[in-house]
Each structure stands twice: as C-alpha cells, then as structure tokens.
C-alpha cells in the first residue's frame, strides 16, 4: 500500500515561472500532484500505485493553500465553524498576534479584557509565553497559525496601564520579552498604534523594541497611527523612521509590513513609493472591501479613558457629569476623524454587542439605533458601550467609497499579500471574515482579469509565505508543504454580503492542511471515535515557528 494521496485531472499554475508572470498570463498547466508524509513528492504524469487515494480534481485548480496575513483567530482557531469558514475560503494558514494585542507574553488577561470583542476569550491552554501557544496550536486544529509577539501586550506586561515614556529598565524589560518571542518562533513584531496601549508608543520605543526583530531576521507589522485613509503618508513616514532607527542600531535593513492599508489609491502607491525610495524593503495587506471593523471604543472613546480597567470606564459612562464632558470635549474630535469625520452615527454599524438588552441594534446603524432608542447617537453610542462593558465591534464606513477599479490598482502592487482582518465575534460581522479570499478570486481574476491565477498565488500564497518566514509553503512543487486547495475557478465566490455576512463562501470544496485532507466536499473532514461515533479530527494544523527558529528546534512542518 503506497499510503499516497493524489490530486488527479486538475491544473497548477505554472511553478518554474510562478512569481515571475506577467498580469493577464494565466500560467496554468495539466498535472497530477502526488503527495505523501505531509508534502508534495511529484507534480506532473503520476503514474498510479495500489493504495493510492485519488482525489478527482478535472475541471478544477491544484493551488497552494493561502495564507491569511492579518487574522484575528487568536482565541478562536480550535473552533470548527471558523476552521469551516478559513478552508471555505482556502485558507490553510493564519497570522495572529495583529494590532499589538494579544494573549502572550504574560497571563493574557488585558487582551481577554481589552479585545476580545475582536480576538474571542483567552484560550485556556494558551499559557504565557510565545512556545506555550504556538504550542497550544499544535494538533488542535486544521489550519495552521503563525504569531507576532505584540508590542501593546509587551508594553502592558512591563509598564501597566502607564501612558507615559517608557524608561530605561522598563524599555529593556520589553526589549528582552521580544527577544524571547521570536526566539520561540514567531514571525516578527506587531503594533496597534490607534490603540491602547499602542497610542502611548513613542517612535524610539517602537524602534527599540524593533532591534530585536531586524537581528533575528523578522518583519514590523503596523497598524499605524493616524487613522489610514488621507491621513495614511503620516504613518507610513512614522514605519520609515523606525526601520531607519533600527537599522542604525543594527547595521541590518528591517522589514517593513502595513496592515490592511487603505485609502485612495494614489494615497496609498505615493507611500509605498516613498518607502522605496528611502530603501525601505515594506509590503502591505489590503482586503477587497471598502468598509472597516474595530472595536466601538477605539473612535469613540479617548485613548486615556480606553487605557482604563473596564469596571472604572463603566463608571465614567455611567456619570451624568462624565457623559457631557465626552459630548462636549471629546465627541468633536471624533467628527475630525480622518475615516469618519462629522456623518459618524451614520457611517457606523454594530456587529457585535455583548449585552443582550441590545440584540436588536445589530446591523444598524448608531443614527438608526438611536433614533429606534429615542436618543441622539451620543447618548446611544455610550450607552451600548456600558451595556456591553466596551464588548462591543462595529463595521465602519470610509468617506470616500473606492470602486473595484481603484482597488484594483492597490492590489496590483508587487507589495501587496490576502488579509482578511477578520473578526469572527458577532451576531453581524463585517462579511471579510467569511469571503474575502473568493472575492479575490471572483472579482479580480475572474471578472477583471486584474490578476491571472499565477498572480493570485503570488499574492495569497507565495508571497506572504516567503515575507513571513513559513519555511517551503505557498507553491506545488516536489518538496513543498502539501498544503493544498482545490478551486473551482468558474465557480469560486464569496457569499458573505453586509446585509448577509455569514453566509459560507463557494467553489473551494476541497482542501489539504500538511497532506491531510481537513474538508472534503465542502465540509470538514471527521475521524472516527471509539464506539464509532465521529471524532473531532483530523487535527493536522501546526503552531508555525519563523523558519529560523523552525529549523533550529525540528519544527518546520
């Protein structure tokens, strides 16, 4: 018995000349691909042995699995329904640790108070330290997970609740948690700079902290400060000083990542323009969609006030006095929001409220929930967030709509990889979470020919693999990780709409995560317990360590 999976009768792009071709070339080929422990061992004419398992793709594309670059699956990765909705998507791979918050280092409890109406509670096996959850990851799921240390966790672990400049022995303290991070295996380092505590982040703590990551060969990746949109050169200037900084301290060039980049086009090809003139080595994620999502508090609250134990901003947006000095201090600036400006209570949607007084608001508006409540937004806004005790996320509209030709241009960008951003927490959430990827395919390779496939792989696979050091993934090619999808390119699609985001995505029917088949038919794939019943598994997903430390430590797949 060979114990050999196949992939028979389908198409691969091209692997001599995948990240070379050209947009418009298609760069597919007819070829069997053979796999066996977990990677690819032959792509081509397979000749068939006894034993072997084939799975029929004709009609259909063999592409490497994709690789999500901007997840918010952190506590939520041993879920089957939000396993069902990444492998629905093809997605076999997720990067967590986003926006300088999450559960490690340490006990995990801001970001199980802070953010979890955006990464879901705080795992129980996560433990505090990078090993210990990459760890946790290991077995328990059918897609893999990579890690960013977080600079907002690293600074709350040292520093606490302080909104000041770190000194020295607090600076040092976070500087050796990073070390020890990517010492264990993650990917890089991340920040949240419109966040707490990521607002009160100087540009020489973030440099600092970035030292670290440039000696060991990892990648910064921001959510920058300022807001993005028009305001988007002023953080991009910022993530250019900091790799300067660092790589003065270093004598080494620091890689440089924007998260989910968006503004006009021209806005956005100006900054990574600029990034390259100064020698800067930066990509970016962007997702196919106009609208963001974030937790409520983050626009609608000062950074101060968020900076607080939940229970003492409760009590803040319980006081009558407290109230009106956030309407008349406060809520101005909120109308000067570089996203929002003054039509907020219109361009804000709740997807998510943890109070059950409030099930009714979501998918509307705070204009609409207000005018329902018979209050104005103000009052409507702070009373959802004391309600839900700040447990609250929301969809968010931009000023300025971009239609699939202006995003288009964004995506054709050599620096351009797939994230999602998707929050899975919420009765309505933002509809990236369950089609972003389809919605790459269906809109800018099936209806506008923005990419050929060989491009889709570029963008979605390979090169997010090679930017954040995921060892031989991203390709279907002797000796590659057999993660692997299988597309139906005439019927690839997203389903999730705003009005319907949790509706699954279609044509990704089949999927392999390390040579393991995790859906099979558009479901997940089952074992079999003692007595028969159906067992959870197969569980073959893996803690991804950066190749580095993967090689070192005999964890690579």
Not at 189 to 201: A, I, K, M, N, R
Not at 362 to 388: I, N, Q, W, Y
Request: aromatic share 6%; with cysteine.
């Amino acid at each position: 018995m060979s114990g050999r999976i196949v992939l028979r009768g389908g198409r691969v792009v091209s692997t001599e000349q995948n990240s070379l071709r050209s947009l418009g070339e298609q760069g597919l080929v007819s070829a069997d691909v053979a796999i066996e422990h977990g990677v690819i061992t032959e792509v081509g004419g397979v000749e068939p042995r006894d034993g072997d398992r084939v799975i029929d793709c004709t009609g259909r594309l063999v592409l490497p699995g994709f690789i999500d670059a901007h997840s918010h699956a952190d506590g939520l990765v041993a879920d089957d329904d939000v396993q069902l909705a990444l492998l629905r998507q093809g997605v076999t791979t997720v990067i967590t640790g986003q926006d300088g918050v999450s559960y490690v280092p340490g006990d995990g409890g801001y970001a199980a108070e802070y953010f979890a109406a955006i990464n879901g509670g705080r795992p129980a096996n996560a433990g505090s330290t990078v090993a210990d959850y990459l760890a946790s990851v290991d077995g328990t799921t059918r897609v893999n997970v990579g890690y960013l240390v977080p600079a907002g966790t690293v600074r709350f672990t040292v520093c606490g609740r302080s909104s000041g400049e770190a000194d020295a022995t607090e600076l040092a303290a976070m500087v050796e948690l990073v070390q020890q991070g990517l010492a264990e295996g993650a990917l890089g380092l991340s920040t949240g700079l419109d966040y707490v505590p990521g607002q009160f982040q100087s540009t020489r703590e973030i440099a600092a902290l970035c030292v670290p990551v440039a000696l060991a060969g990892g990648v910064y990746v921001s959510h920058m400060r300022g807001g993005y949109e028009a305001n988007s050169r002023a953080g991009t200037e910022e993530i250019g000083r900091i790799a300067q900084l660092a790589h003065d301290a270093t004598g080494r060039a620091l890689p440089v990542h924007v998260s989910h980049l968006h503004a006009d086009a021209d806005i956005v090809l100006g900054a990574l323009d600029a990034l390259a003139a100064e020698g800067h080595d930066a990509s970016f994620d962007a997702y196919p969609y106009i609208r963001g999502c974030s937790l409520l508090a983050m626009p609608l609250l000062p950074p101060a006030l968020s900076a607080q134990p939940v229970d003492d901003v409760v009590r803040v947006l319980s006081d009558p006095d407290e109230r009106e000095r956030l309407r008349r201090d406060w809520f101005p600036e909120v109308a000067r929001n570089p996203s929002l400006g003054p039509q907020w209570p219109s361009m804000i949607t709740l997807a998510h409220v943890a109070a059950p007084e409030y099930e009714w608001a979501l998918g509307l508006t705070l204009d609409e929930g207000s005018k329902r409540a018979g209050v104005d937004a103000v009052t409507f806004a702070l009373d959802v967030m004391r309600a839900s005790r700040l447990r609250t996320n929301m969809v968010m509209a931009v000023q300025n709509p971009r239609p699939v030709s202006e995003l288009a241009r964004i995506f054709a960008h050599p620096g351009h990889v797939g994230g999602s951003d998707g929050i899975f927490i919420g009765g309505h959430p933002h509809p990236r979470a369950r089609g972003t990827f389809p919605r790459f395919l269906r809109e800018y390779v099936r209806e506008t020919g923005t990419w050929s496939w060989a491009d889709a792989v570029r963008h979605l696979s390979a090169s997010p693999a090679s930017r954040f050091g995921l060892g031989d993934r991203g390709r279907i090619a002797p000796g590659a990780v057999a993660d692997v999808i299988v597309v139906d390119p005439d019927a690839v699609a997203d389903r999730a709409t705003y009005d319907e985001p949790l509706r699954e995505a279609v044509g990704i029917d089949d999927v392999l995560v390390a040579g393991v088949q995790v859906l099979a038919g558009g479901e997940l794939a089952r074992g079999e317990a003692a007595g028969g019943e159906p067992a959870r598994g197969p569980l073959p997903g893996r803690g991804l360590r950066r190749e580095r430390a993967a090689n070192r430590e005999g964890a690579a797949r």
